[in-house]
């Protein structure tokens, strides 16, 4: 079993910038890719940015160039650096992985942030 623990969120105003941190503990040897989504009330869960245990990383087309995934090691901790951020990336955000053997997802509870003057 795998448990994925958020934190980092908050109340920022437009502009400023936020430091996501997701945690993995458990079975997490066959987990390949991390990720963070996000959900505004009303809307679809959405990839924000993900990274594999081999370095690629992939971004939301609305957050490239503002929001950077990283990780201290293949897969744990993950962290996701938010910079210039807009009301619009209000949301819930969750952290992800995905165990490439089993072809299972796992979810953390998810962080709040808000971003409003």
């Known amino acids: 079993q795998v448990q994925l623990v958020e934190s980092g969120g908050g109340l920022v105003q437009p502009g400023g910038s936020l430091r996501l941190s997701c945690a993995a503990s458990?079975?997490?040897?066959?987990?390949?890719?991390m990720g963070w989504y996000r959900q505004a009330p009303g809307k679809q869960r959405e990839l924000v940015a993900a990274i594999t245990s081999g370095g690629s990383t992939n971004y939301a087309d609305s957050v490239k160039g503002r929001f950077t995934i990283s990780r201290d090691n293949a897969k744990n901790p993950v962290y996701l650096q938010m910079n210039s951020l807009k009301p619009e990336d209000t949301a819930v955000y969750y952290c992800?992985?995905?165990?490439?053997?089993?072809?299972?997802?796992?979810w953390g509870q998810g962080t709040q942030v808000t971003v409003s003057s």
């Open positions: 458990g079975s997490i040897f066959s987990i390949n890719t």
């Open positions: 992800n992985a995905r165990d490439w053997r089993s072809r299972h997802d796992y």
